[in-house]
Structures are given as C-alpha cells and as structure tokens.
C-alpha cells in the first residue's frame, strides 16, 4: 500500500433527564428533521473543563468533542482501503523515503472566531509539537518546519512511513490565539477556536452541548446539535441506547445483539471494523513455560479461534484465520506469498506430538517438561473485563484439557495488573497491539528489541522477546526508502512471528461503534467502509458531514 501522494480530486448521571436535548428518538417514533446527536460514553462525572486538545486527560479528550472543534491535515482510514483523505490540506505529499512532507493548506478555511487559516497555523501547530516534548507522543523527531511559496514541508530526522497517521492526524491549532498562551501543557482552553464544524456551547459535568457552525469550510451539516453525556457505566449506557435516549457510543456490550440491536432491529445497528489489530497472549520468555520454543508452537495449536469469536467476542468482528497474525481482510495485502492461505487450526495431535520429540512426558494425563517437573502457568487479565475474562478461561481450559498444563486463571484489579504487565510479573496476559495502515505496529508491539531499552518497565513487547534479527528488520521496514526492501523485511519479521511465537494471536480486536439510522442516514458500515464507527476518532467531522436526513 502506498499512501505516500494523496489529492483532492451517566444511567444518566444522577438520572439526568435528558430528554429535552437528547437527539435520539424513541424506537418505533417518526423521524424527526434536524434532530440532535446524542454521543456516549460510560465514564461517569467528568467534573473539570478542559478543552486543551493536546492534553490527553482534558475533558476534551475523554468527551470526545476534541475532534468536531480541532481538525487534522488528513485523515487516514484505519479499515476499508487505508486511504487518506486529505482535510485541512488541499494535498498532501511525501518524497521516496517518508522523510519529509510537503502540505498544501486548504483555502477558504476559517476558524470559528471568523479569521483564516493560513499554513502559518500550519508551522505554529507542528511548532508547538516539536518544542513540547509531552505532546510529542508519537515521537515525530520533527527537525525542520519551513514555509515553501503556499506549502509547508515538514521535515522529520528518521522516515514516517509507518507513522503517517500520527503526522497527518495532528490537530490544528490558531496561532493567533495559542501564541498568547504561556504554558500550553496547562492551558484549559476556556473558549476553543478551531475550524472544526461545531463550536462549545456548554459544559456540565454529565454533558457538553456543540452547535453546529453556518459557515463551515466543509458545507452545510445535517446535525445541527451534538450533545456529548458521561453516563455511569457500560450497563447505562446500554440502556440508554437501547431507548433511544443515546444515538452514537464506542462500548462493548455483553449481548450486544439483544440488549441493543433487536430492540429496534431495523435502526440500531453494531459495527466491528476490523482493523489491523489483534488480541494476543504476551507470553514471558524469561521463565518457564514459555521460554520454551516447543511449549509456545503447541499452545498456539491447540487455541479454538472459532469458540474465542463466538463466546469470548460475541462475533464482534471476524474469526483470526491468518498464520502471521495479521486480521484479514483489512491486512491481506501485507502477507508475504508463502503464507497467503495459510491459516490458523487445531492441531491437538500434532502439539502433542511436538511436545513429545521436546522431551515432554505425562504423567496421568498431567504434562511433564524435559526437567522431570509439572507444567504449569497462569493466565491474567483485569477483572471486570468480561470479554478478556472469558478469552482466556476457554484457552486455560482448551490448554489444560488437550495438553495436560495447569492451566489457571487471575483476574487482580486493573491497577495491579497494568504494573505487572509492564514490569513482566505474569506468565501470560492477553492484550492488543496497536493498529496503523501498516502491520508495523501489530509485529514491533510483540517482538521489537527496542522496547526493552527503556529499562525495568517497558510499555509494548510485554513478554521481554529478545531477537537481534526481528529488531533489525522492523527497523529497515519502518526507514527503508522502497517499497522492495519493506517487502522483503517484511516477508522475513512474518516468518520469525510464525516460526518462533513470540506471542500467541488469538482473536481480531475490532474498533466498536453503536448507532441508530432512525434520524440519519450515511453512516459509515461493513459495506462502506470509509471510517470507523468510534464517535472519538479523529474521522468524526467526516462521518458528520456524510450524514443526511431520513426522508
């Protein structure tokens, strides 16, 4: 894939009541022309404003409605074709090696406080990057940012290629208001200028009313309000989008199919993009059992993918079928020949098998590892996480019946199991990789030497796999200049995944979307995939202007 030249062509908190601005409709009820948008989320009291968009605990943040006020360059799709979308820039372009980025600002733009935006708003944004070292998130190495005739070029000390989203989704900020500010680490933002299509009109701590502007660069907006409201928890939330009291939510829901999509079966509608990430076991490589090769290829043998998605996942987003780990259909095009087709299956006798000509025994059916003791270890995951809770007791009992492990199952609280994670106290751990339009994140996340270098804790490459090799070819693929040396490095890091299991893929970890067609239609869905259904990804301001009345 080639994204390098790109052209335009709370219940309710407290049992607020809602219903005089909720914008959902009651199922079952007329269609309503210019109805609000009620957007959740199952955080309860956020009871500090903050709409700072580079503070990632700012109410802005959490809400969401950062992303309706603050707009990025472009936006690059996480699912369908991974294209890029060109927004704030009339174009985008990068040279052979992903070094350096030439923008073209859009003209006609403006902020909502009526000045233009201009690619001096461009520099002053990616200024604000580069001399913030807490906003550098993505580590953008940014080494040089130059006004060119109308562009911007925007060079960068090691190449982007993986990390174009990171680059293009960098929300714009006005100079002319963000040049005043003294510290914009704790700026709160009181009266936030973007040139985003809504603009605050209050703040409460259970909800955050947006109106819609008239005179949006992106045309005219279907939804003339949005109200963003915290509910208490996952189990209000349903309920309220179940009634029609909420309209759009990223959550999983236990049963999503009759707790919220047969309530009103021909508006409600659940969406699991699947994007290029899946949930995985980290696996410690620094004690047994899992510092054994043999004992890693026959775990990973003997895993019902089909019962994960059907039990665990609620067949939200498809079966994990490919070898390298990588979700399909959305990674198809990155896996190398020799695995295309090649997929995921039991293969008890086969792990047993493997076991065997390791130096693996039994005793009453218990397994015996080739140093005459019981096989034994512990799978965790934070308790309350109902969907990872059930994962990884179908895979200790699925161990523990086929292999004769002692498979067990801890759930400490969340808090405990983040530090163990990072400090490497656990056997096994289920957990997600991050997702980019490359496979890059899915592989560097599980086996990149280079997260082990930050010392004790480490936050990706849980499991301490150490392999020189793996390393090294991750970072060809991350700064090559041609799309033949990423292949070939590529082609080689899928067969050190397959081949030596530095971590166990078991299941797709979708992004989640619920929302109801009762007001609106255009939304994004397995058949137009042009965004995501996550009411708090960056793509929102272009879902929201796709959106039309029912008629």
């Given at each position: 894939m080639r994204l390098r030249s790109t052209f335009i062509g709370v219940g309710l908190v407290a049992a607020l009541a809602l219903t005089g601005c909720a914008g959902g409709a009651?199922?079952?009820?007329?269609?309503?022309?210019?109805?609000?948008?009620?957007?959740?989320?199952?955080?309860?009291?956020?009871?500090?404003?903050?709409?700072?968009?580079?503070?990632?605990?700012?109410?802005?943040?959490?809400f969401g409605y950062k992303n309706v006020i603050f707009e990025p360059l472009a936006m690059v799709n996480a699912v369908?074709?991974?294209?890029?979308?060109?927004?704030?820039?009339?174009?985008?372009?990068?040279?052979?090696?992903?070094?350096?980025?030439?923008?073209?600002?859009?003209?006609g733009v403006t902020w909502n406080d009526g000045e233009k935006f201009t690619a001096d708003d461009v520099v002053f944004s990616f200024d604000i990057i580069r001399n913030t070292p807490a906003f550098d998130t993505g580590n953008l190495q940014l080494t040089d940012i130059v006004k060119d005739g109308e562009n911007v070029v925007l060079t960068f000390a090691e190449s982007k290629f993986v990390k174009q989203a990171q680059v293009l989704h960098i929300p714009m900020v006005p100079k002319h208001i963000w040049a005043d500010v003294?510290?914009?680490?704790?700026?709160?933002?009181?009266?936030?200028?973007?040139?985003?299509?809504?603009?605050?009109?209050?703040?409460?701590?259970?909800?955050?009313?947006?109106?819609?502007?008239?005179?949006?660069?992106?045309g005219d907006l279907a939804v003339p309000t949005l109200y963003y409201v915290s509910y208490n928890d996952n189990t209000a939330l349903t309920t309220a989008l179940a009634s029609g009291d909420a309209d759009w939510a990223q959550a999983f829901i236990p049963n999503v199919k009759s707790a919220f999509v047969d309530k009103d079966p021909d508006h409600n509608v659940f969406w699991a993009a699947n994007v290029m990430a899946p949930d995985v076991l980290f696996l410690n490589h620094q004690k047994k059992p899992f510092n054994n090769l043999a004992f890693r290829q026959a775990v990973n043998m003997v895993i019902d993918r089909a019962a994960h998605t059907e039990i665990a996942r609620e067949k939200a987003g498809p079966q994990l079928e490919?070898?390298?780990?990588?979700?399909?259909?959305?990674?198809?095009?990155?896996?190398?020949?020799?695995?295309?087709?090649?997929?995921l299956s039991m293969d008890v006798k086969g792990a047993r098998a493997l076991l065997t000509d390791a130096g693996y025994t039994w005793a009453k059916e218990a397994l015996i590892d080739p140093d005459g003791e019981p096989v034994s270890f512990t799978l965790e995951v934070p308790q309350g996480w109902n969907d990872y809770v059930t994962g990884i007791s179908l895979i200790?009992?699925?161990?523990?019946?086929?292999?004769?492990?002692?498979?067990?199952?801890?759930?400490?609280?969340?808090?405990?199991?983040?530090?163990?994670?990072?400090?490497?106290?656990?056997?096994?751990?289920?957990?997600?990789?991050?997702?980019?339009?490359?496979p890059y994140d899915l592989y560097s996340d599980t086996m990149d030497g280079r997260w082990l270098l930050t010392g004790d804790e480490v936050d990706y490459n849980f499991g301490r796999y150490d392999n020189a090799r793996a390393t090294e070819l991750l970072d060809t693929y991350a700064t090559s200049a041609t799309e033949e040396e990423r292949t070939a490095a590529l082609g080689e890091i899928q067969s050190i995944f397959v081949?030596?299991?530095?971590?166990?893929?078991?299941?797709?970890?979708?992004?989640?979307?619920?929302?109801?067609?009762?007001?609106?239609v255009g939304w994004p869905n397995e058949k137009d995939q042009y965004a995501t259904a996550d009411p708090l990804q960056v793509t929102v301001p272009l879902i929201l202007t796709k959106l039309k009345p029912v008629e």
């Open positions: 009651a199922p079952g009820s007329q269609p309503g022309a210019g109805a609000a948008l009620t957007i959740a989320k199952p955080d309860g009291v956020i009871a500090t404003e903050s709409n700072n968009p580079w503070v990632g605990d700012s109410s802005a943040n959490k369908g074709q991974n294209e890029t979308t060109p927004w704030l820039a009339e174009k985008v372009e990068w040279n052979a090696d992903y070094t350096q980025l030439t923008v073209t600002p859009r003209s003294a510290d914009p680490t704790t700026d709160t933002n009181p009266k936030p200028v973007g040139t985003g299509p809504y603009t605050l009109d209050n703040f409460s701590s259970q909800s955050v009313t947006m109106q819609a502007r008239d005179d949006y660069w992106g490919s070898v390298t780990g990588l979700p399909t259909p959305v990674g198809e095009q990155y896996i190398a020949t020799k695995y295309q087709g090649k997929e200790a009992d699925q161990v523990t019946k086929t292999l004769g492990a002692d498979a067990k199952v801890n759930t400490p609280d969340a808090d405990t199991w983040w530090a163990n994670k990072r400090s490497g106290n656990f056997d096994a751990i289920m957990h997600w990789t991050d997702s980019g339009t490359t081949d030596d299991v530095p971590v166990i893929p078991v299941g797709t970890h979708p992004v989640l979307g619920e929302y109801n067609t009762r007001n609106y």
